[in-house]
């Protein structure tokens, strides 16, 4: 009885030990294009124009309010003019009609709230912001799903590719490999309104919008560090001098 609980307490530990190793190990083969994530006003613009035409029918942000927009140079009518399509204040949040029971009926899984997406994938993935930008970009038709789509990052999604019509339509290529592995290449099949460059660039500015909606304040919490570390280095200097004055006549 005592080895058998000491070979569980052993087997517990690989586990510990390894998963880590394991989980790096399988996400490794997840290659991800780098984000150009912009803090200009007009790309955040853009990107929040992209969100509530795009997004928000079935994703809520529900922990920002409209008002917030305000801060990347809205101002208040324009919010209410070209952007309010869920609220009536400008002071709501920013929720959708749809029940969750009712979308987990219609997309097999409730569409998750985009507040905070890009920390939430940040956390999973290393950069929340390229894991969006690459994800959005590659979907591809599927005849196979239940929405007509899939995509190379995230295999067998249950959202149907709501920008299609900007990037037109993807036809997957699948090798497979001797180790088991698939190569997936996509091919434009169908072009849509936007050119590639056009609709990298769209998405770049609702990945930027995404970003920045998480963190508000990102920028100006930046500052302010900033600030504060060069108060701290001049506070050093003035305390070594101090103290070098006030030992001179002991050394």
């Known amino acids: ?29 997840l290659h991800l294009d780098k984000a150009p994530v912009s803090t200009d006003p007009a790309a955040l613009q853009h990107g929040a124009k992209l969100f509530v035409n795009y997004c928000l029918n079935c994703h809520s942000a529900s922990f920002a309010r409209y008002n917030t927009l305000e801060q990347i140079g809205l101002e208040e009518q324009e919010i209410r003019d070209n952007l309010m399509f869920t609220g009536e204040r400008v002071g709501d949040l920013m929720k959708i009609a749809m029940r969750p029971a009712e ?34 970009r590659q979907f591809y038709r599927d005849p196979n799903r239940p929405t007509g789509w899939n995509n190379v990052v995230f295999e067998n999604v249950g959202m149907p590719h709501a920008l299609w019509e900007l990037q037109g339509q993807q036809v997957a290529k699948i090798t497979e490999n001797p180790d088991g592995t698939r190569t997936v290449n996509l091919e434009l099949a169908t072009p849509g309104k936007m050119s590639v460059e056009e609709y990298d660039k769209a998405v770049a500015d609702l990945v930027s919008f995404l970003v920045w909606m998480g963190e508000p304040v990102a920028e100006k919490r930046k500052s302010i560090g900033a600030i504060v570390l060069i108060f701290l280095a001049g506070l050093f200097v003035l305390s070594y001098l101090l103290k070098k004055n006030y030992w001179k006549d002991i050394h």
Do not use: C, H
């Not at 510990?16 to 996400?27: E, I, N, R, S, Y």
């Open 1 to 29: 009885m005592k080895m058998r609980v000491i070979n569980l307490i052993k087997r517990a530990a690989a586990v510990v030990l390894f998963a880590p190793a394991m989980a790096l190990a399988a996400g490794a083969e």
């Open 103 to 136: 979308s987990k009926v219609w997309f097999g899984a409730t569409p998750p709230d985009l507040t905070l997406v890009a920390r939430q994938r940040a956390s999973e993935f290393g950069s929340g912001a390229d894991w969006l930008y690459t994800y959005l």
